[in-house]
């Protein structure tokens, strides 16, 4: 991993990437033969670390992925500062089905890949090279997936990123902004659902026209800290709302963000639909900031249905 010249920001080099297999147009959703994430093609991928095993068959399977961002070369050059590329790149298949939707498993099916993600970042965190894992769903070819089979990704890196310092940095319990969103966003035009434990919420300022948070309504770190009836609330809370960002783009990038050990944080996921057209151009990139074409309190009228 290469660092920005000043600038706390870091570039994995990764060039194996450019091998990785697309879905040609003409194999899509609609044909599972080469699919190297269908039952019968388990051989096609890595071994297998962890599955879900259902009528003789599998409804999560968890292998690595073949062509990781993490295990590259660190060159180190004229003082450059580098660091580990060194990690693990996995990859949860969350169904069977290769035409089917995350938006359209059952709640039961929701909990089992919800408890892949709290299996997978707790396993992970024993390595002690692992300072965070990133858990993440690219959903749809406009959102960066390369397979249309349905999957979630898992990558953990040497370090802890700037961006998650910065959240454990406002998650302290007893002084928390999340907590503070949380209980402010249930009672704002910008809610879009709620239940007992989790609130889905448009943010006051999104970096991403019609982007949704769900945020935990108690104060905790990570999935592994969710009771039985927390995890049904969340699958719940996530079908609702994948189902309505879905009428907005087949196509969005969902983030799960927890606290890496020896920090506090305040569990919550974040859902970008990806709109076409909608990029970030020269202002954005040249200042940092974002414009949004909708505002937020509108997107949740829409969300809410
Ligand atoms: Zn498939
Ligand atoms: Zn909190």
Not at 26 to 34: E, K, M, P, W
Not at 67 to 94: L, M, R, Y
Not at 96 to 101: E, F, L, M
Not at 291 to 296: K, R
Request: aromatic share 10%.
């Amino acid at each position: 991993m290469r660092k920005d010249y000043f600038r706390d920001l870091w570039t994995f080099i990764a060039p194996g990437r450019a091998l990785r297999p697309f879905d040609p147009d003409s194999v899509c959703a609609s044909d599972s033969t080469g699919c190297f994430f269908c039952p019968g093609n388990e051989n096609t991928t890595p071994p297998e670390i962890d599955r879900v095993a259902k009528n003789g068959s599998w409804q999560v399977r968890v292998f690595p992925n073949k062509f990781p961002i993490t295990g590259g070369e660190d060159i180190s050059e004229n003082g450059w500062k580098t660091a580990s590329s060194q990690g693990h790149h996995e990859v949860i298949v969350e169904t069977p089905d290769h035409n089917q939707r995350l938006s359209q498993v059952t709640q039961d099916e929701m909990v089992l890949t919800l408890n892949a993600y709290r299996d997978r970042i707790k396993a992970l965190e024993t390595d002690a090279n692992v300072g965070y894992v990133s858990v993440f769903k690219n959903q749809g070819r406009e959102a960066g997936a390369s397979l249309d089979h349905s999957h979630t990704q898992v990558l953990a890196v040497s370090q802890v990123p700037a961006l998650i310092r910065e959240k454990a940095d406002h998650s302290h319990k007893g002084n928390c902004i999340y907590c503070k969103i949380a209980g402010s966003e249930a009672h704002s035009p910008r809610l879009v659902f709620e239940n007992e434990n989790f609130a889905a919420f448009c943010p006051f300022a999104p970096q991403f026209t019609h982007e949704l948070w769900i945020v935990a309504k108690d104060h905790m770190r990570t999935l592994d800290e969710l009771s039985e009836g927390a995890m049904a609330d969340l699958a719940s809370i996530m079908l609702k709302s994948l189902n309505a960002v879905e009428k907005l783009s087949p196509n969005y990038n969902m983030m799960v963000y927890y606290g890496p050990r020896g920090t506090d944080f305040h569990f919550h996921i974040e859902i970008v639909p990806r709109i076409p057209h909608q990029v970030k151009a020269g202002f954005e990139i040249g200042t940092d900031y974002a414009v949004i074409t909708t505002p937020p309190e509108e997107t949740a009228a829409f969300l809410r249905g």
